[in-house]
Structure formats: C-alpha cells, structure tokens
C-alpha cells in the first residue's frame, strides 16, 4: 500500500467513526422528540405562545354550533372549552367547521388540535384519538313526523319494520348502535349533519331520525310550529350487549398530544360539576341529570 493510499484509508476510517458517533449521538434525542409527551408539549406550548388554538366541530347543537347572531361558534363543549384553555393560557378558541365522520381525520391531519364536539367515547375511538374524561352524560331520541306514523319508539321497533327507514349522521354512534341491533343497512339513510337529517324526515326520505335526546331537544326548540315534526315518545334506549346506552362525550386530542390532554383534563376535573359549569351550559339544555357522575375515559375506553 502507497503511502497516498495509506493516508485516503485512514481519512476514510476517521470520517466513517465521526459519522458512527454521529448518528449514535443523533439517535437518542430524535427518540425523545418523537415522543408523545414532548409532542405534546409543543402542541400546548405552540398554543400558548399564539394565545389562541383550533378546534375542530361538527355543527350539531347543543354541542358545538355557529351562533350566526354572534358570528361565532358556540355551545356547551366550545363554551366549555373555552373557559379551560383559558385558564390553561390560551386564551382564543378558532373553530374549524368539519363532517362529523371527517373529525378523527381532521384531527389526525392537523387541521386542528382538540375535536370539541360533544364526541362520544367509545372503545374504537380510544383507539384512534385520546379522551378527556366526559362533560356529559345521555340517552337517545328519536325525531319523527307529527302522530309518528310507523310507531317507532326504538331501535327495534325499527329492526321490526322493514319498510321504517333511520335517519343517522355520517360517523355518528348511533350508526353504531343501529348496526349492533341489526337494523339492515338498507333501511339506514345516512345525513351529513343534523340540520339535514331533520329536513330528510320532514321530506319523507327517512321515517325517523336518531340522536342524542339533547340534539333532539335542541332541533324541536328552533324548529318553528307547524313543522310537521315531534320527538317520538315515549323512547326506550337501545340495548347493547346486555346493557341500555348512554352516551358520555368528552374531547379528543391526537394520541400523541397526551400529555396536552392530560393538562386540559386536569382543569377539566376542576370545572365539571361546578356551580359555575351549572350556569354555564343551562342555556344549551343542560341540567343535573347530564351530569357525567364519575364517569371516566379510561372506564369506557375499556368498554364498562
């Protein structure tokens, strides 16, 4: 070997070790950052730097909604929201309008940073997304034409009738419920929105259309007499596994933005309860008998 050839191995062998330690020193902070609690912090800190964060909402009142008199969006989980960010720094909420089956996606995509709609938890969504624990807790309705025509009171009453269509919201649970109590898909017309499902009853494209009682209490409130429409009474829950539902919603953050979730959550547990949160969401309809009573994300992300 050359002396020329001696010195471009040694050059070679040096820059080969600068690299290795390179890339081993490279190695652990990468891990670090990629990590749920440091991207979550970015997150929040991101958030408070700005003084203001995205949220994302389906439009379905009493939850999340535009208030076109206020031109703002509103609602008990944007209200709610709203007075926990602030307390947490953050003081402006900006709402981003989305499909309630495009929320999980949004959110995932960085369209925005918490999912406020009034989301149910339910073990497949704890999959995808992590949860505050609940702000509420409730059962179902239904809205039908005036004298309910076909006599639906139930889920089953519609599994009964085959000629009974269920009106439902595009990624909504009770899409869900209406497949676990075997309603043929045939018979499930599928809305975007909550506004639409109750023109679709109205236009006779559905017989009747599944919601949260709160959901249904809201629409019957705005809707204007003489609009053909009732809430089906009386109402018997879907029975599921053995069990009546009742659907707890909270907020949903990307997975991992835990640790943001477990800071909103912490001011959360302080609020929820309160005489404060009481006055706060009576407007939207909401009294103690929503109150979620100990519920927690993590008991029904594990299906109890």
């Known amino acids: ?3 020329l050839q001696s010195k471009r191995l040694l050059l070679a062998l040096g820059l080969g070790v600068l690299a290795a330690c390179s890339d081993s020193g490279g190695d652990k902070p990468a891990s670090a950052a990629g990590g749920a609690s440091s991207g979550a912090t970015s997150t929040l800190e991101a958030a408070k730097a700005a003084g203001k964060i995205r949220i994302g909402y389906a439009n379905e009142a009493p939850f999340a909604y535009m208030d076109s008199k206020e031109a703002k969006v509103t609602g008990e989980s944007v209200e709610i929201a709203r007075v926990v960010l ?3 720094g953050i003081n402006e909420v900006e709402g981003v309008l989305t499909e309630f089956g495009s929320l999980i996606p949004g959110l995932a995509a960085k369209r925005f940073d918490i999912i406020a709609a009034g989301m149910y938890v339910t073990p497949e969504r704890c999959q995808q997304v992590a949860f505050s624990d609940p702000t509420y807790g409730v059962g179902e309705a239904f809205l039908v ?3 309910n025509p076909k006599n639906l ?3 089953e009453d519609v599994v009964k009738n085959p000629d009974a269509k269920l009106g439902v ?6 899409g869900e419920y209406a497949e676990k109590v075997k309603v043929p898909s045939g018979q499930v017309v599928v809305f975007p ?5 109750l023109s679709g009853v109205q236009a006779g494209r559905a017989d009747a259309y599944a919601a949260t009682a709160l959901t249904i209490n809201d629409l019957m409130g705005k809707t204007q ?6 809430k089906a009474d009386p109402f018997t829950d879907p029975v599921i596994d053995g069990k009546g539902v009742r659907g707890y919603g909270a907020y949903a953050f990307r997975t991992d933005d835990k640790a943001f979730a477990d800071a909103f959550n912490a001011e959360l547990a302080k609020y ?3 005489d404060e949160h009481k006055k706060l969401v009576a407007p939207f309809g909401f009294t103690d008998q929503e109150l979620p009573q100990g519920v927690t994300a993590a008991k029904l992300c594990a299906g109890q």
């Open 272 to 274: 929820i309860g309160t």
């Open 1 to 3: 070997m050359t002396l």
């Open 193 to 197: 929105d909550a506004v639409s499902a």
């Open 86 to 88: 602030k307390r947490m």
């Open 169 to 174: 919201v595009v990624g909504a649970i009770e």
């Open 145 to 147: 034409k005036e004298g």
């Open 153 to 155: 009171h139930s889920y």
């Open 225 to 230: 007499a003489g609009s053909g429409l009732e």
